[in-house]
């Protein structure tokens, strides 16, 4: 099974974790400042602010999460905002360096209702089940394998009535001529680095698609009934945010 993205995104963190998150040249170690930082949390906020809201008129008007679950929580661009809206928020990333990263922010924010764990393909660090579980940009860096049995484990850990907001792609804009299909040749995404490559090249970051028949049978499966569903596309990346609630 591929593990190499756990090696990948923890060389992320240790290098570049703000622009691991988001890829903008000002979020890059060598060059962000207080006002990039600044601007890269302000859009954390703004975020979580539209998933709530979305969640309320879509699926729960009176929604108020008492636990939360950021899955993929980096350095806790997305787990502070939801720190303050509810009263227990976990975050969960492969990354240690990138953990230790979101420590130092929830600690410079002063939040106490924060805890950190490292992920693993069981979620064996989890005592759920939350109100919400939350993931975005996170999926598409992860094997498809691998993803979609995290994915039905996170499922598993939603609370009857709990929300689950999560993100992922399916298909990329230079597939347009298959109508979103990947050709059958295509070559896989490339897992290992290029030992010619230069020892400061950024790591890899994987971009993967997932079947969108697997993803909602596994939601049907769990006793999910309907859903809202809307568009993301990050760089020619198509994708899906997916909100839905167990009952």
Same mark, same amino acid.
């Given at each position: +099974?591929? @593990? ?41 906020? =703004? ?8 969640? !309320? ?8 999460? !008492? ?12 787990? +502070? ?10 975050? =969960?990333?492969?990354?240690?360096? @990138? ?11 002063? =939040? ?37 049995? /995290? ?32 050709? /059958? ?19 890899? @970051?994987? +971009? ?7 993803? =909602?049978?596994? +939601?049907?499966? !769990? ?16 994708? /899906? ?7």
């Amino acid at each position: +099974m591929d @593990m190499s993205t756990d090696t990948a995104w923890e060389e992320w963190g240790r290098r570049d974790p703000y622009f691991g998150v988001i890829t903008d040249p000002k979020f890059r170690s060598a060059g962000i400042d207080e006002h990039a930082k600044k601007e890269f949390f302000a859009s954390g906020e =703004l975020h979580v602010h539209g998933v709530l809201a979305t969640i !309320r008129k879509h699926i729960d008007p009176g929604f108020a999460p !008492r636990t939360a679950l950021d899955f993929g929580c980096g350095v806790g661009r997305l787990l +502070m905002p939801f720190a303050k809206v509810a009263q227990e928020v976990v975050g =969960l990333d492969v990354s240690p360096s @990138m953990l230790q990263e979101a420590q130092r922010n929830c600690d410079a924010q002063g =939040l106490q209702n924060v805890r950190l764990f490292r992920s693993d393909d069981d979620l064996s660090t989890l005592t759920g089940p939350f109100d919400l579980i939350h993931s975005c940009i996170v999926f598409q860096h992860i094997p498809v394998e691998r993803g979609r049995a /995290l994915f039905e484990k996170l499922l598993q850990q939603l609370s009857v009535g709990g929300v689950g907001a999560i993100q992922l792609t399916y298909s990329k804009t230079r597939f347009a001529s298959t109508y979103g299909l990947a050709p /059958l040749e295509l070559p896989r995404e490339a897992t290992t680095p290029n030992p010619r490559a230069s020892t400061d090249a950024d790591p890899l @970051m994987q +971009m993967n698609p997932y079947n969108l028949n697997e993803i =909602l049978f596994l +939601m049907q499966r !769990r006793g999910i009934s309907q859903f809202h569903a809307e568009y993301t596309d990050h760089g020619g990346e198509l994708g /899906l945010f997916l909100f839905f609630r167990v009952t």
